[in-house]
């Protein structure tokens, strides 16, 4: 057996932490390494507490003086929970987050040490923007960027820094990061949804979008993993065959959780628990060795943070465990890939949630009016939605045949179609008393009752409604959710802005009521949303078809769905909710595009080592067993030497074949990447990547998988499906 493949197989098993202690309460622990309201309470000033409160609520300026003040304390805190080093904490371009720590530790001119930490290094830091994906800003702007200091997100301290959440923009304000359009879509939709909930109720102040996200992730031995080069290099497998068991048994799910991922976990709910993530669930997936981690949501912008906290975390902590985590959307072929549902609702800062029905018609009529704005927004804006969770990833579960399909549609179920339906057929215009009883009573009223009945789930469904929230459910496991996010957030502000248009207009000109006037609008979205609603089998043919009637994007691919993005309606939403530029937007395409030609070359090239290097001398390695076996039976048995060597000289053929195959179709990869990379625009080389080169990879994998089935185990190079899968 290979080598490297022999000592990881040697090398699984327990790293010596399994055993799990459990002394201090979770409550005890949470957010200890958080400067959270309680630490700002004990470390600042009244003044700067008071401002920092008043930034968090409304976005208020915080001078440099106050800065000044808010430093002083976050140092001392820091300093006195062991703290060395800070950093701005932000979210470039490239998906992850980046850091650079600076030590407090500074030298006087006199000579003398000490620690130091001012409002300026707190506000603002500057890291070389030229490292990072700008997708041409850094050239038609200034070159430079800076982080700021996002003060709705707390400081916390990883290890023995201080990490300052903090958005990336270039000189002159464009975004280079997830972050910053992400607060402004935040920001919009605020507004918007504050106007129309005061509608029913003029207390309400601000309203905040919460996301809850579930995370899946595979867990593989650490050892075992890095002995693969596709693994460790593309974060998935390009090739093995599967194993005689897969997850057709369906006994990994909600099964009983190995000894040595239960350290895993519950050392990583420790970490996240004290970091202020507040993990909740945990159980095992689908696939084996695959699992999932929830927490219970939060104000969307910190829960972002929160969910590529944990990734980081997950990752360090796995490894402690001697495991690798695969974030990757699709790591093994023939099994379960993994997703990142991402929950999400509007809350009022009186404490209501927008997409509860509640126990009044008025509250009822408030939630309808959120529920079928969300409806509406989704239904016009469908196609930018899918581009917001398109990743070379993700390719393999959206239009795959896995998760949900590439076309988006809404599962709202049944009773709430219903109570739709009843809604559409009121009659336009004023409405009769009898009418308006009938509606708020049998109609509106009915709503909670109904939603307790309501657990019929659609889990094909990419966009569904359960009970109190709506849940996205392409979002790839890998992602920053602040995409999906942003994109949500911003259509709704517009479709919350544009609703509240017609309804004053309808209470101005039409002399309407108000609940008549938001009935009239209701009933019209719900008629020109219709075709958005879906609440059947979201993987069939028939879907496929029937969406197509319905004129619903499927874009099978990122760089397909990556179009839309310079759509002129794409454009001016974005420039009018004030969320993107259209250089911005032009600079986010670029870079998601490269980032695609760029993965698939990757994997291309990772393959390509695989065939030449390993595989084929491996398979040629034993065709050598096999023809000195034969020459030996030859030498020995002289003529009678047939019947004894026809199986080895069929396997030796065959083994021959496969070879041939893997070798051509790799060459032709190879020549496709090169005519791929000589493309002029980031689109062009994206779409020869996607079409041209991508295509291979399938075809040789099934000429190596082939040669996994035949060529002696002890030979094969790499670590099987079986041992990658199945390990415990
Ligand atoms: P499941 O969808 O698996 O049945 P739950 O309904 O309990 O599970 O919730 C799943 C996720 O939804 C959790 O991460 C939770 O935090 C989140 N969630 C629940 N309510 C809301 C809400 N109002 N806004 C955003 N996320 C929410
Ligand atoms: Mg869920």
Not at 188 to 210: I, L
Not at 309 to 321: Q, T, W
Request: glycine residues 6%; aromatic residues 8%; charged residues 25%.
């Amino acid at each position: 057996m290979p080598k490297a493949r022999f000592e990881a197989l040697g090398n699984t098993g327990n790293t010596g932490i399994t055993e799990i202690e459990e002394t201090v309460k979770r409550s005890e622990l949470f957010a200890k390494l958080v400067f959270n309201d309680e630490k700002m309470l004990r470390f600042l000033t009244d003044e700067a507490y008071s401002k920092v409160k008043s930034a968090i609520f409304s976005g208020s300026k915080i001078d440099r003086k106050i800065a000044d003040q808010v430093a002083e304390g976050m140092k001392a805190w820091a300093l006195s929970m062991g703290a060395t080093h800070y950093t701005h904490w932000f979210q470039p371009l490239t998906g992850a987050t980046a850091e650079k720590h600076d030590a407090f530790f500074d030298l006087l001119p006199d000579g003398r040490a000490m620690e130091k930490f001012g409002g300026g290094q707190l506000v603002q830091q500057e890291p070389d923007a030229s490292s990072f994906p700008s997708g041409g800003l850094r050239n038609t702007f200034e070159a430079r960027g800076y982080t700021a200091w996002d003060p709705t997100s707390p400081a916390f301290i990883y290890k023995t820094t201080l990490c300052i959440p903090t958005i990336f923009v270039s000189y002159t304000g464009e975004a280079l990061d997830n972050k910053a359009p992400l607060l402004r879509a935040l920001n919009a939709v605020d507004e918007a949804a504050t106007g129309v909930a005061q509608y029913f109720d003029k207390n309400v102040r601000k309203v905040n979008a919460t996301l809850g996200w579930e995370q899946e992730y595979f867990l593989v031995d650490k050892a075992l993993a890095q002995s693969r080069p596709d693994i460790l290099i593309t974060g998935r497998t390009l090739l093995g065959t599967a194993p005689a068991k897969g997850q057709q048994l369906d006994d990994h799910y909600f099964g009983v959780i190995p000894p040595r991922v239960l350290g895993f976990m519950s050392d990583l709910e420790k970490q996240c628990t004290q970091l202020g993530i507040p993990v909740k669930t945990r159980h095992n997936e689908v696939a084996p060795n695959q699992y999932e981690l929830a927490p219970v949501f939060e104000e969307a912008n910190l829960s972002v943070d929160h969910n590529l906290l944990l990734m980081d975390v997950m990752d360090e902590v796995a490894s402690k465990h001697g495991f690798s985590v695969l974030f990757h959307e699709k790591p093994f072929a023939g099994i379960n890939g993994s997703g990142k549902h991402n929950n999400w609702s509007l809350a009022t800062d009186t404490g209501v949630n927008l997409l509860s029905p509640g126990k009044t018609p008025m509250k009822n009529l408030q939630f309808l009016t959120f529920f079928v704005n969300t409806i509406k927004a989704v239904d016009t804006y469908e196609e930018l939605l899918r581009s917001s969770i398109a990743s070379a990833g993700n390719d393999h579960r959206l239009g795959a045949n896995e998760a949900p399909p590439a076309i988006i549609s809404i599962f709202i179920g049944q009773q709430l179609a219903n109570v739709l339906d009843e809604l559409e057929g009121v009659s336009k215009g004023k409405l009769s008393p009898e009418e308006k009883t009938e509606l708020k009573l049998n109609v509106v009223g009915k709503i909670p009752e109904i939603l307790v009945d309501n657990t019929d789930r659609n889990r094909t469904s990419p966009f569904a409604f359960t009970g109190n929230k709506f849940e996205i459910r392409g979002v790839g496991s890998g992602m920053n959710c602040a995409k999906p996010m942003t994109v949500l957030n911003t259509i709704v502000a517009k479709q919350l802005n544009d609703f509240k248009k017609e309804v004053d207009a309808l209470i101005e000109k039409k002399k309407l009521k108000k609940d008549e006037a938001v009935f009239n609008v209701l009933r019209e979205y719900i008629k020109t949303s219709r075709r958005i609603r879906f609440d059947g089998d979201g993987y069939s043919n028939e879907w496929a078809e029937e969406a197509r009637r319905r004129k619903l994007s499927n874009n099978q691919n990122t760089p397909e769905a990556l179009q839309i993005l310079m759509a002129k309606d794409t454009i001016d939403l974005f420039e009018e909710i004030e969320v993107l530029s259209e250089a911005e937007l032009k600079a986010r395409q670029e870079v998601e595009l490269e980032a695609y030609a760029l993965h698939i070359q990757i994997e291309g090239r990772i393959l390509g080592e695989m065939v030449y290097n390993h595989i084929i001398p491996a398979a040629i390695a034993y065709q050598n067993v096999l023809l000195e076996n034969v020459n030996g039976l030859k030498e020995v048995y002289g003529a009678a030497h047939k019947n004894i060597t026809e199986a080895q000289l069929n396997i030796i053929e065959k083994i021959g074949g496969h070879i041939n195959t893997a070798k051509k179709l790799t060459d032709a990869m190879v020549e496709a990447r090169k005519s791929a990379n000589g493309m002029a625009t980031a689109s062009r080389k994206a779409q020869a990547y996607c079409t041209k080169v991508k295509p291979y990879f399938e075809d040789i994998r099934v000429a190596c998988d082939k040669l996994e089935k035949l060529v002696a185990d002890e030979k094969w190079p790499f670590t099987k499906y079986r041992e990658l899968l199945f390990s415990k």
